[in-house]
């Protein structure tokens, strides 16, 4: 009972320190910068047409920054002195792309000074990373400010891919979100690719009595075991998180059908009554899951946070 009321009382705490945003608008810098959207997709065009890798990049990047102390750039931030920042702290395998956000802010500084946040940056990045994918496009509210703070240590109340369906629940919860949001927001994981530490545990030495996650398809596990082996594994070893990896499509949920999603908390989402039917409905709806998508992307990246307009991605004023 006591532990119930403490965690009743954790979230409304986390909840109003980050509840969403009501100060976003969608013409925000129509005046002071109007160009700072096309300067934004510019950008990001560029990068991808180089690199294949840079829209999922920069989906995951906004999702991180915006679940820890809100959508405030945090994720972006140097480590300095002695203090370590979320970029090196431990879920950051595979954070990558920072050098688009910089080239991108670079040109905004250039056209406006001063005027566009870093955290707008990666809200805007976001939106144009899931359109170049061929998914679904959307207006961003903005006028996000910048924080002040990044801490490595805080990068464990980020979901981990071991998360079971309730533990997934409270994630979300806590900032706000649904278990509708949670199930539309999974499907980001349509893009990019993963190291076989994030789901390494599913197929070696699972539990007692299971070599391999049950829930998982066995020819889908032997695949995964072959290129994530228990031993001499190469380091940048793993797997796409689905085979369309570089497509904005709904093929993520198909694959959680058939128990071929990558994580356990990819797979969880068959676990409870409720994400399970939002599963079956989004692989049999591409348009059903565009539009839960946009709807949860626009409440994710309203969570608020910062204080300031940095001039630096990197570092604080
Ligand atoms: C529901 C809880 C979530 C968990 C537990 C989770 C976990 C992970 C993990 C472990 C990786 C692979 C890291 C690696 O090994 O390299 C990953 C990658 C990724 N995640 Fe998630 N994630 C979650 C939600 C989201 C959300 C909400 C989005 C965006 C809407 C997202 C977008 C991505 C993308 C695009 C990648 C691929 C990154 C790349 O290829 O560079 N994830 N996620
Ligand atoms: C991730 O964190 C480790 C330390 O935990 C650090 O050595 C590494 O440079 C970081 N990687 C990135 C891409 O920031
Ligand atoms: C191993 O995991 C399976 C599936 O989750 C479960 O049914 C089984 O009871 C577990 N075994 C042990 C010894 O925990």
Redesign the pocket.
Known sequence: MAQLVAAFFSSVLIFSLFSPGKSLSLNYYDKTCPYAESIITNAIKNAASEDK?V??????L??HDC?IRGCDASVLLSSKGSNKAEKDGP?N?????FYVIDNAKKELEAWCPGVVSCADILALA?RD?VVLSGGPSWDVPKGRKDGKTSKASETTQ??????SISQ?QQ??SQRGLSMDD?VA???????????????QKRIHNFNATHDVDPSMHPSFAASLRSVCPQKNMAKNA?A??DPS?TTFDNNYYKLILQGKG??S??QALLDAPKTKDLVSKFASSQEAFRKA?VN??IK?SSINGGQEIRKDCRVVN
Do not use: I, N, Y
């Open positions: 890798t829209p999922a990049a920069l989906l995951r906004h999702f679940f879920p395998v595979s954070l990558h792309a976001a990373a980020l979901p981990a891919p071991t998360f997934l994630s979300f949670l927001l999974s499907g980001g994981h349509t893009l990019g690719f993963s190291h076989c530490s994030s789901f793993g796409t998180m990896s990558l994580f908390s990819d998508f949860s992307m994710m």
